[in-house]
């Protein structure tokens, strides 16, 4: 990203062998704190790494636990259904056995008022004597046939009250064993009833957390992205710095083999008047910013937005620049440039002489940028100090 650190010292007056040196020293160091930078990032894409896979080993067990809940919900809940059918059948069982034993109940009072019936009878006309028997029988046979007779008449009564009676005790009894069962069969699914709430309850707080975990995977999975791009980025922009080392290191060995000396650059005081190249917030300031230099200043503003010439100088660049997107350098003379990054459009040409707050370039997000601004610098013998001791 910084690559064009060495084309700015080209462009501006040469400095002596010590002061490219320093510059080069510089570069090192924040090639070095890049350095720092990304084995940090990757040690923290190694942590991610690990969570990522330890949540996922957890959201397996909960998965397997609430699998092993839904098989035994399943049980219970068929083991519910087989019950409830019992209770269904003992219902049914209940009502035809109350419906028996009104029937029996009436069968009773039928054959109690038969009985009684016969024994009013009985007492209003009493039983024929053996001699009344012998005088209207026609024969000896005849009179053995009417003694019979009224004997099994007698044994047939008493037997059919008492086989009612005997039936009408046999079922009440059924009644209480039913209902002594259905009492039982009751409170079993109440029981399985609230197990299979429980197990029910416990399933839907591990599907929950099951929930929780996928959750944060993907937020660890995100994050372990993220991690990854920002690891790309600054071994793109460590690449730079290694570039623009490399260059320096060539013009220090160049000017070390020529002998070339030159005067110093302009200093603070003589600097050019600069003006604001747009009007907006400061998204991010000058200095050091995850573990690189950030050389500039950031200024908030829409995509398209006029960007003015901060003084009067000569565009040494116009065009496209690594990680500056489209990117307008304007060489002021004595050692100070000027930097204008990320632009939409560029609106001048390199080497046209432009003059204090002629637009250069229309604003935009080009380059390594994460929205609309202008990334504006300010350079002294090419190295970047803070423009807010600039402006004006």
Not at 208 to 232: E, P, Q, W, Y
Not at 291 to 316: K, Q, R
Not at 373 to 392: I, Q, S
Request: with cysteine; hydrophobic share 40%; aromatic share 4%.
């Amino acid at each position: 990203m910084l690559a064009l650190l060495a084309s700015a010292l080209v462009l501006a007056t040469p400095a002596a062998a010590d002061d490219i040196g320093r510059k080069k020293d510089s570069v090192d160091s924040q090639l070095a704190a890049v350095q720092q930078q990304i084995t940090r990032s990757r040690q923290r894409a190694s942590a991610l790494s690990g969570q990522v896979s330890t949540l996922t080993l957890d959201i397996r067990l909960l998965e397997r636990r609430a699998g092993d809940l839904a098989s035994q919900l399943g049980a219970l809940e068929r083991d519910v259904a087989l019950h409830r059918r019992r209770l269904a059948t003992l219902d049914e069982l209940l009502r035809l056995q109350t419906h028996r034993y009104g029937e029996l109940q009436r069968r009773y009072r039928l054959a109690v008022q038969r009985l009684d019936t016969r024994l009013v009878a009985i007492y209003k006309e009493p039983d024929p004597t053996t001699l009344d028997v012998l005088i209207a029988a026609k024969s000896f046979q005849d009179v053995l046939d009417q003694l019979d007779y009224f004997g099994a008449i007698a044994a047939q009564d008493k037997s059919v009250a008492a086989q009612v009676a005997a039936a009408k005790a046999a079922v009440a009894a059924a009644r209480t064993r039913t209902r002594a069962a259905k009492r039982t069969v009751t409170e079993e699914t109440r029981v399985i009833s609230g197990r299979a709430q429980q197990i029910a309850i416990l399933r839907a707080q591990l599907l929950g957390s099951r929930d929780k975990l996928a959750g944060d995977r993907a937020r660890g999975t995100h994050a372990l992205a993220a991690t990854r791009r920002a690891i790309a980025s600054e071994l793109s922009e460590s690449n730079a710095l290694q570039a623009a080392s490399d260059q320096l290191a060539a013009q220090l060995r160049a000017a070390e083999q020529s002998g070339t000396t030159a005067g110093s650059g302009a200093s603070h005081q003589g600097a050019p008047h600069f003006i604001w190249p747009v009007s907006g917030p400061i998204t991010s300031p000058f200095g050091m910013r995850w573990g690189t230099l950030h050389p500039g200043i950031d200024i908030g503003v829409p995509t398209g937005t006029p960007v003015h010439a901060a003084a009067a100088g000569t565009v040494a660049w116009c065009g496209w620049m690594s990680g500056y997107g489209n990117l307008v350098m304007i060489n002021h003379g004595g050692g100070y440039a000027t930097l204008y990054g990320h632009n939409s459009r560029v609106a001048v040409s390199c080497g046209q002489d432009v003059t204090q707050g002629e637009v250069i370039a229309y604003s935009g997000c080009t380059g390594f940028c994460t929205g609309p601004h202008v990334h504006f610098e300010v350079r002294v013998n090419g190295t970047p100090v803070d423009p807010l001791g600039y402006l004006g």
